[in-house]
């Protein structure tokens, strides 16, 4: 007879003889086997907002393309001006935004030039109109402008021929204006990546269904259909599987024919009713992993018929960590945007706490009002509502063991996953 266990009492503890992979070892396997299955298209650019730039766009124009005023105001020769009180004559005319000033203005002469206007030839100085007395037609002002004040000069910003966003951008709205700025009124962006979600679990129900009191609402996959939208890719809602081997093969046969990607919640794990992980092992290629990682342990990842499957934890707060962590920058590798790590800020604790080493954690937390981060009341992986009163997660190395408060932490911004 085998030798009854001690308790542990907990359940993310690290037993011995698991062969456990840290966080970072399982992101550089998922790095070194992904490749990008996206096709390009050519879109408008007011539809390509979201999608992500399949080549480096260059400027076809300079921004701005010609000396502009940055004030409404006079403009005039520096060199024509002398020291004390300046009074400078008017020339007949005006040079406004799409407006502008056929003529030389001769040197001692001043004109009339508003914001956004082309700077008109024998001007390179522009004095704002609140510095100037104007008299009928002509303008005093006080000597001590630098030459060249005020004027915008061409391709201050950006010159025709330079590369303006490479290749991998998730176009967001000011790069729509930056490209359009320079020319560009269509651009190469990728197809949305298919990305199929299934939920497992003879325990679950889809919210508006009956439901008995021993079963639970399917949470993961309204929230994993939302986290792949908000990626710019084509959710595929592959619905909901029971804990049946023969019908969790049929439903990745499936959705191998409707996605690029899958991602299961639930039955990951080496237990009686982990059929994902049991379909996965058998159809060769799996990593089955057991992440030195909380809320997280059980993930796998295996080929079906070609398509990378996802098999994510099936609590709803595991199932988000992994989605952001692991399964994101694969995805949007798979979309032709590279491999993009979160960007994280350094913020002082709010809270204090003793940790396992060995394991890397993420707690759910958010920023207070004096710029400290705060974390959820409890660690508990079904305590969903966590996920909603956070704004972001705190990371804990691997090898950390004990927070103060005031100790730097770092916090990733719901933001930094896409969101
Ligand atoms: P499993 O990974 O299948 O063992 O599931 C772990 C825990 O997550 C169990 O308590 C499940 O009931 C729960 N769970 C699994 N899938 C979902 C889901 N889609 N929505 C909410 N809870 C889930
Ligand atoms: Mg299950």
Redesign the pocket.
Known sequence: MSETPKLSNDCFALPEGVNWTPVAEALDTLRAGVRCVATPEVLPLVQAGGRILAETQIAKRSHPPYANSAMDGYGFAHASLGTGEQVLELVEGRSAAGDPYDGEVPAGMAIRILTGAMIPAGVDTVIMQEDVAREDTRIRFRSGLKAGANIRPAGEDMRAGQEVLAAGRVLQPQDLGLLASVGIDTVPVYRPLRVGVL???D??RQAGEDIAPHQ?F????PMLLELVRRWGMEPVDLGHVRDDAARVKTVLDTAAGSADVVLT?????A?DE?HISAALRGAGALNLWRIALKPGR?LALGIWQGVPVFGL????VAAMVCALIFARPYLLAMNGGGWVAPRALDLPAAFAKSKKPGRREYLRGRITGDGQVEVFRSEGS?RISGLSWADGLVELPDDTREIAEGDPVRFYPYSAFGL
Do not use: K
């Open positions: 939920s497992t679990g325990e679950l639970i399917d949470a993961n996959r919640t639930g039955g990951a794990s237990g982990d059980p934890p099936g609590n709803p079904g």
